[in-house]
């Protein structure tokens, strides 16, 4: 069974750095033809896609996030991470990661999320 977590703090300050870590087990994430996904949720609102790093280390971005989002990733602990640079209170919410297969419409496997608070 896949499992996806989610892990980082809960707590960051206006123009500093958000990081966070989904660690997957039961998969590679070099399995074919997989994308992880990090999804954020803001309070009140909506699912918020923010970008996908592929099986084979292909990143795609959501366009209004792009020039202050990163996703990377480490084999060897079958990790991957998001980083979100210079943040306000809007970036306040739940953060999940989540995976398909390319040319699936919809997520298969996510995590039970975290919630990040953007305050000083």
């Known amino acids: 069974q896949v499992q996806l977590q989610e892990s980082g703090p809960g707590l960051v300050k206006p123009s500093q750095t958000l990081s966070l870590t989904c660690t997957v087990s039961g998969q590679s994430i070099t399995a074919p033809y997989y994308g992880w996904s990090w999804i954020r949720q803001p309070p009140g609102q909506g699912l918020e896609w923010m970008g996908v790093i592929g099986y084979d280390d292909s990143t795609y971005y959501s366009p209004s996030l792009k020039s202050r989002t990163s996703i990377s990733r480490d084999t060897s602990k079958n990790q991957f991470s998001l980083q979100l640079r210079s943040v306000t209170p809007d970036d306040t919410g739940v953060y999940y990661c989540?995976?398909?297969?390319?040319?699936?419409?919809?997520?298969?496997?996510w995590g039970r999320g975290t919630q990040v608070t953007v305050s000083s």
């Open positions: 989540a995976a398909k297969r390319w040319g699936r419409s919809a997520y298969e496997i």
